[in-house]
């Protein structure tokens, strides 16, 4: 607790380079990522996110409304919930944007990995039995169908021992079947439907095997099955981030990520740990979840460099060097935006 308080009184951003240039300036090559500051209320949230997807919109040359994305899919980062998971105030800022640009209710669902978990953070105990929140329907795989069984990441890493158990239990009497369905991550079959676009709402926490938990972590690992195998190895990992975001179903339908920057957590990665919380009333937007990654990278350093930790190199960051290999965009270095 004195850590997070503490994290609130610095400046972290004098590292971060601004663009002097307007977004109707700016090279259209160029990756853009928008910077605002905002209390962290669900007012403020939701006045900051109107302001950013104006210029947004200008930006990527898009208009955010039902006739041009009729559905739209909130993914949700609650990987380690209880204790570190988007605002729930983001989430109802967000949810009030999309109200007033014509949505309704049916057409706004929220989707969420870990949801007994984030059941016990402040504010998702709103989530009704139903699995409802504020009449949005809340999708997790505890529901059926939730998985396409045609619809995954296929890769050789072995699951871990938990996982593999799982297998036994489920296939007993069948190697062949076990072997198969140890290779494959399965995705969301929502994403599968026509006229389904997605916003991606995430934390930042620090790891040691990708370098950074982020937006591209909450659409790619954090979005589908039997992904704890690639906890342990950077390359693998790496990979299946990248090649999950490139699959042309999911990257062609994006929309927008946000990370969430007003708690975070900057060493001890992979788990919640209260010792390492920084905070930072401010937001990313970015059409590019590697691109927002990337500018996050920079609030993870500096809090680690004042804590004396370890530093690590962004140039070295596989998630980053395979997204460009891959044409995902020039996400090393994006311009970033403040909006005011």
């Known amino acids: 607790m004195i850590n997070a308080l503490f994290a609130n009184k610095?400046?972290?951003?004098?590292?971060?380079?601004?663009?002097?240039?307007?977004?109707?300036?700016?090279?259209?090559?160029?990756?853009?990522?928008?910077?605002?500051?905002?209390?962290?209320?669900?007012?403020e949230f939701h006045k900051s996110l109107n302001l950013?997807?104006?210029?947004?919109?200008?930006?990527?040359?898009?208009?955010?409304?039902?006739?041009?994305?009729?559905?739209?899919?909130?993914?949700?980062?609650?990987?380690?919930?209880?204790?570190?998971?988007?605002?729930?105030?983001?989430?109802?800022?967000?949810?009030?944007l999309l109200k007033n640009r014509g949505y309704e209710k049916e057409k706004v669902e929220l989707v969420c990995f870990q949801l007994e978990e984030v059941r016990r953070a402040k504010g998702y105990r709103l989530i009704s039995e139903m699995d409802f929140y504020k009449?949005?329907?809340?999708?997790?795989?505890?529901?059926?169908?939730?998985?396409?069984?045609?619809?995954?990441?296929d890769s050789p890493m072995p699951p871990k021992v938990h996982d593999r158990a799982k297998f036994y239990l489920q296939f007993p009497n069948d190697r062949k079947k076990r072997i198969e369905e140890e290779r494959k991550s399965y995705l969301p079959s929502i994403l599968l439907e026509d006229q389904v676009y997605w916003i991606?709402?995430?934390?930042?926490?620090?790891?040691?095997?990708?370098?950074?938990?982020?937006?591209?972590?909450n659409m790619s690992i954090g979005l589908a099955s039997n992904t704890r195998r690639f906890a342990g190895d950077p390359t693998l990992g790496a990979a299946a981030v990248t090649e999950i975001l490139a699959i042309p179903e999911i990257w062609k339908k994006r929309l927008f990520s946000v990370l969430d920057l007003s708690r975070f957590q900057f060493a001890g990665g992979g788990d919640f740990n209260?010792?390492?919380?920084?905070?930072?009333?401010?937001?990313?937007l970015?059409?590019?979840?590697?691109?927002?990654?990337?500018?996050?990278?920079?609030?993870?350093?500096?809090?680690?460099?004042?804590?004396?930790?370890?530093?690590?190199?962004?140039?070295?960051?596989?998630?980053?060097?395979?997204?460009?290999?891959?044409?995902l965009g020039v996400v090393m270095n994006p311009q970033v935006f403040r909006v005011p």
Do not use: C
């Open 200 to 217: 991606n709402l995430a934390t930042v926490m620090d790891d040691s095997n990708l370098g950074i938990l982020g937006a591209s972590h």
């Open 286 to 327: 970015s059409r590019n979840p590697f691109a927002v990654d990337s500018v996050a990278w920079e609030f993870l350093a500096q809090s680690r460099k004042r804590r004396k930790f370890t530093s690590r190199t962004k140039e070295n960051t596989l998630i980053f060097k395979y997204a460009e290999s891959l044409g």
């Open 274 to 284: 209260a010792e390492f919380l920084g905070s930072h009333n401010a937001i990313l």
């Open 10 to 43: 610095q400046n972290i951003t004098g590292n971060i380079s601004f663009s002097s240039l307007t977004v109707e300036q700016a090279d259209s090559n160029q990756t853009a990522v928008f910077y605002r500051k905002t209390a962290p209320t669900a007012f």
């Open 52 to 96: 950013m997807i104006e210029r947004f919109q200008i930006r990527e040359k898009i208009e955010l409304n039902p006739n041009n994305f009729p559905k739209i899919v909130i993914k949700l980062d609650t990987s380690a919930s209880p204790g570190l998971q988007v605002s729930i105030e983001l989430l109802d800022g967000l949810l009030e």
């Open 135 to 153: 009449g949005h329907f809340v999708s997790s795989p505890k529901n059926l169908n939730f998985f396409e069984p045609d619809w995954f990441h």
